[in-house]
């Protein structure tokens, strides 16, 4: 069925304890699991011992806040690597959820030239492909390359809710009519089936105890992006097939469909799904990173 190498390891964990030990806050350990200094077995062929130092600049998409990359940028960490996770505006501390596209552009952008970094490395998840899209327009020689892991790449003048399938995009303009502060918020059934597919009902559980209602104004903005489809910057895209956020058939979902509007790019593949591998296998994610990132 999947075009794709299967990894033998991509079937659940029933052990906690082989969890790798990590320094990760609310909303995705806190209060549940006793996490131990034993690394995850299915996880320990992902422990490459000499790695490129590189720096990352992780931008999380919708129904998160920066907290979704915690266990990704420890394993990244303890390999060398230097990791910043910006926050963006309407998501994390910031209770104003009346915002636009520009103004989470804005955040992640301040952010890097307030602490003056370069040479680094982008990634965008989800909805943070268009962030670092947009990113990217305004401090390209800043950047060493892109990266979109399981991203949108939108057109030029194109919104990311014109590439939802229509039932999608019709619930989410009820939910989001529904609510009374112009947001939306998945209901369980959606996020358990759509966003952590391959995890076990306790690790969706879990998962969504961290999911925020997602400001909606950004999702349906169309935005102009003719400048960075004159960028050079080197991009890659990190496709986990397992991933059912978006449908795989034609028309819709990640690779090739998003992927290949980057021009020239590196693929690489994973066998995971949108959300549950940050918490299950993040040595997993961290390595892909790495590969998709490296020279």
């Known amino acids: 069925m999947f075009p794709y190498l299967q990894l033998n390891d991509h079937f659940r964990y029933p052990d906690f304890r082989f969890m790798p030990i990590v320094y990760y806050n609310f909303p995705y350990s806190a209060g549940w699991c006793n996490w131990s200094n034993v690394a995850l077995e299915s996880d320990l062929r992902y422990q490459s011992p000499v790695q490129q130092q590189l720096t990352f600049v992780l931008v999380h998409g919708s129904w998160a806040d920066a907290h979704f990359w915690d266990r990704v ?50 990634v965008g998840h989800s909805f943070g492909g268009t962030v670092i899209q947009k990113v990217a327009e305004q401090i390209p020689a800043r950047i060493k390359r892109l990266v979109f892991w399981d991203a949108f790449v939108l057109k030029d003048g194109e919104s990311l ?16 009519a ?36 997602e400001p909606a104004k950004p ?56 959300f549950t591998d940050t918490l299950t296998r993040p040595g997993m994610l961290a390595q892909k990173l790495y590969e998709a990132g490296r020279d």
């Open 178 to 213: 529904s609510s009374n502060d112009d947001t939306i918020m998945l209901p369980f059934p959606l996020f358990r089936d759509l966003f952590v597919n391959t995890a076990t009902f306790e690790e969706a559980k879990h998962l969504y105890a961290g999911v925020i209602p």
């Open 219 to 274: 999702l349906f903005e169309k935005l102009d992006l003719k400048t960075f489809y004159k960028l050079s910057i080197p991009k890659s895209y990190l496709y986990f097939y397992q991933d059912n956020a978006l449908p795989q058939g034609e028309g819709f979902g990640w690779n090739p469909h998003m992927s290949t509007r980057l021009g020239q790019f590196r693929l690489i593949v994973g066998d995971g799904d949108h």
């Open 73 to 122: 940028a420890a394993v990244l960490r303890s390999h060398g690597h230097i990791v910043y996770t910006p926050e963006y505006a309407g998501h994390g501390k910031d209770p104003n959820k009346d915002v636009t596209h520009a103004m989470i552009t804005k955040s992640v952008v301040d952010f890097i030239l307030k602490l003056n970094l370069s040479n680094f490395i982008l």
């Open 161 to 176: 809710a014109e590439e939802l399938p229509p039932p999608t995009r019709q619930g989410f303009e009820q939910l989001r």
